[in-house]
């Protein structure tokens, strides 16, 4: 609980009384490698998770039944399907561990009831859906306008964290890559 403490910390002023009732509208989680977060409570995201330790990857399944990643969380992060979680739909999208993984868990109805409680959080979490727009954006923006060998070299650059932690098969599904090509320009690099 330390780590979201001081997260939040960085974001905003808050007494520290007020963590102690943060805290209770947490529940950890520990999730095994390969495991689904959302596997027991069906198609609909019930839960904001928090990284506390590991990692997850958020994927869908193609046509062809592939996975394609769409998002990465290491420790301090946030992961989730907002509009599944917010309008309690079913989600397109499958969350799972890509290591051995520590996380906070947030219900969207303690969610609120937290906010209502502690008004300050709700600069927080709106600092942080800015931020996780912001780098969907940039993402896009990648997409169209990088080369494949661009938009491989600018991740591993910008996310060290992730290119040394993430296998390399997720990473080419997440920059539209196949593994193949990810090896092949990986390869001309160090030559």
């Known amino acids: 609980m330390k780590?979201?403490?001081n997260h939040i910390a960085k974001y905003i002023d808050i007494n520290v009384d007020k963590f102690e009732e943060l805290f209770d509208y947490f529940k950890v989680i520990h999730v095994r490698k390969k495991d689904h977060l959302e596997m027991y409570t069906g198609p609909v995201f019930q839960h904001n998770y928090f990284v506390i330790k590991g990692c997850l990857?958020?994927?869908f399944l193609t046509e062809k039944g592939d996975q394609q990643s769409?998002?990465?969380?290491?420790e301090n992060?946030?992961?989730?399907?907002?509009?599944?979680?917010?309008h309690q739909k079913e989600s397109e999208f499958q969350l799972q561990a890509v290591e051995k993984s520590t996380v906070l868990a947030i219900s969207q109805s303690d969610q609120e009831l937290l906010l209502t409680e502690i008004p300050k959080l709700e600069r927080y979490f709106r600092v942080m859906n800015q931020i996780g727009f912001g780098a969907a954006l940039h993402r896009i923006k990648y997409m169209y306008e990088a080369s494949k060998?661009?938009?491989?070299?600018?991740?591993v650059e910008r996310y060290p964290q992730f290119a040394q932690r993430v296998p390399q098969y997720l990473i080419a599904s997440f920059l539209g890559l196949t593994p193949e090509y990810v090896s092949e320009i990986r390869a001309k690099n160090r030559s």
């Open 77 to 86: 992060w946030w992961i989730n399907d907002p509009l599944s979680l917010c």
């Open 70 to 74: 769409v998002q990465f969380a290491i």
């Open 57 to 59: 990857h958020m994927y």
């Open 3 to 5: 780590a979201l403490q």
């Open 149 to 155: 060998a661009a938009r491989y070299f600018q991740f």
